[in-house]
């Protein structure tokens, strides 16, 4: 099993129930968004360049991806490069304009992934593994590209694991609340 299907099998484990994954098209993108905002505000210019710390995060993710899986990596840094921009906009609002904004993006993000967890009846990955936060937006990619039927091979791989994993999970919890 690749680095890629054991995180992605690991972080599915929590998320076999479609609603779960569904609130998590919209909670993972707002969450990851408002975190650029938060940090692209910060940050210096080198020969006329603004080097933000949204821009240096989106670059370590990105490589982070890329080491995973080229195609998900380039995905992922297109992605980010396309919403980067706004993220810079949002930062240019007045300090109370931008914190507000962004702070209300990564509440309503939140919001999403604990009704997905709700249906799941599952805390959330990260809660386990702080891995679970970066590997979150590469789930969502994933499972978007599954949608639209490619990699499928990878997919039930994953699957497989994801179930395997859930299982010894619920099992393990039985064990725990059954003195």
């Given amino acids: ?31 990851v968004f408002s975190i650029m905002c938060l940090t692209a505000r910060a940050g210096f210019v080198i020969s006329g360049f603004q080097i933000t710390l949204a821009l240096v995060l989106i670059l370590i993710s990105g490589i982070y991806y890329l080491k995973l899986d080229i195609w998900f990596g380039c995905i992922m840094l297109l992605l980010f490069s396309a919403v980067y921009p706004m993220s810079l906009k949002v930062a240019a609002l007045s300090l109370s304009g931008w914190l507000l904004s962004s702070v209300g993006i990564f509440v309503v993000g939140w919001i999403f992934q604990f009704v997905g967890h709700f249906y799941e009846k599952k805390k959330p990955a990260f809660v386990d593994d702080l ?31 994801a179930r395997k994993q859930r299982a010894a999970m619920d099992s393990k919890s039985v064990q725990t609340s059954n003195p």
């Fill in 1 to 31: 099993m690749t680095k890629l299907e054991q995180l992605l099998s690991q972080y599915a484990a929590y998320h076999l129930d479609h609603k779960n994954i569904l609130t998590h098209f919209a909670g993972i993108p707002l969450i």
């Fill in 131 to 161: 891995v679970g936060l970066i590997i979150g937006p590469l789930f969502v990619l994933a499972e978007a590209m599954f949608m639209l039927g490619f990699r499928q091979e990878l997919q039930q791989r994953i699957l497989e694991q």
